[in-house]
């Protein structure tokens, strides 16, 4: 089996800062209070809609050549962000690639202003599955905050759970986005998602 196109690899720290754990919950209420499942339901419906606008005005190949390395630079941020506001380190997102938190991206297919405009469609089940995945992960992250608390450290297993349902999700952006043809898939043979712990 071939590795897929999007991989998203996070060492974990070897303890946990509590501040940072404060931080996170506030970060998180500033973000539900902001509304931010209206936020998702913007980018999921506007996502394939303006890549189908860049690959008309430029072609698929330029799309994917041209745009595809800034909307990656973007994810890799992105991933990082969300790395810090799900447990997974306790380095809040900068502009540097790499470090403890890398997500990969090798842009693929021959995207069509049509193709992407029919992932709307063809992500639904994918959102489906991510919805369910991501309701699971709620319940663990309280408990990795509750772990945090008490001993300064997520498991390894319940890191494990949330980072791959964070390269799922990124997963999807990046098909969604036309980046990729292959679909979202959950497993990973190559390489696990999270390396044990690290000194931060």
């Given at each position: 089996m071939s590795t897929y196109?999007?991989?998203?690899?996070?060492?974990?720290?070897?303890?946990?800062?509590?501040?940072?754990l404060a931080i996170r919950l506030v970060l998180l209420m500033a973000l539900g209070a902001v509304g931010c499942s209206s936020?998702?339901?913007l980018l999921y419906l506007a996502l394939p809609a303006l890549a189908a606008l860049f690959i008309t005005q430029k072609?698929?190949?330029?799309?994917?050549?041209?745009?595809?390395?800034?909307?990656?630079?973007?994810?890799?941020?992105?991933a990082r962000a969300y790395a810090y506001l799900w447990l997974l380190t306790d380095t809040p997102p900068d502009g540097e690639v790499g470090g403890q938190v890398e997500l990969e991206i090798d842009p693929s297919g021959e995207p069509t202003a049509a193709s992407a405009?029919?992932?709307l469609l063809y992500s639904v089940p994918a959102l489906i599955l991510l919805t369910a995945l991501s309701f699971v992960a709620a319940f663990v992250w309280l408990a990795g905050?509750?772990?945090?608390?008490?001993?300064?450290?997520?498991?390894?297993?319940?890191?494990?759970?949330?980072?791959?349902?964070l390269r799922y999700q990124f997963r999807?952006?990046?098909?969604?986005?036309?980046?990729?043809?292959?679909?979202?898939?959950?497993?990973?043979?190559?390489?696990?998602?999270?390396?044990?712990?690290?000194?931060?």
């Open positions: 196109p999007v991989r998203l690899r996070i060492a974990l720290p070897e303890r946990m800062s509590r501040t940072h936020v998702y339901w072609g698929g190949a330029r799309y994917l050549a041209d745009d595809g390395p800034r909307i990656v630079g973007v994810l890799q941020w992105l405009l029919l992932r905050a509750v772990l945090i608390l008490a001993a300064r450290r997520v498991p390894v297993a319940m890191a494990d759970f949330l980072a791959g349902v999807l952006v990046a098909y969604h986005l036309s980046l990729v043809d292959r679909y979202p898939t959950i497993e990973e043979a190559d390489v696990p998602h999270v390396s044990g712990p690290k000194a931060a």
